[in-house]
């Protein structure tokens, strides 16, 4: 996953310069609660490092396989990653560039 490092939110939308509606904060804040676990937080970067099956990002994440799983599901389910049949079973991509810089600001700010 390429990143644009030159982007700026502020001047590529400027309308988050500006209040927002109720339902837009209601909304974020469970977009945050969705990842707002050690867990699912390591579980998410290990995807970002491309420990892209849940066997491996179990291993990666020190999380049992089974408790990946069913956290991966649940990531995939609330729309945080993607979950893709392939070859040899599925693998969990992040859904977006926006939950990569989610998990690195809080990283960074932990």
Do not use: C
């Amino acid at each position: 996953m390429a990143l644009d490092w030159d982007l700026n939110l502020f001047t590529s939308d400027p309308s988050l310069l500006e209040r927002g509606e109720d339902a837009e904060y209601e909304r974020a804040a469970k977009a945050l609660r969705e990842i707002a676990d050690p867990l699912r937080l390591r579980l998410l970067h290990a995807l970002v490092l491309g420990e892209d099956t849940a066997q491996r990002a179990a291993v990666w994440s020190g999380a049992t396989q089974t408790v990946a799983e069913r956290e991966l599901a649940a990531l995939a389910t609330a729309g945080i990653v993607e979950r893709r049949e392939g070859a040899f079973g599925y693998t969990f991509v992040p859904r977006d560039g926006h939950h990569v810089v989610q998990l690195y600001t809080a990283l960074m700010h932990g």
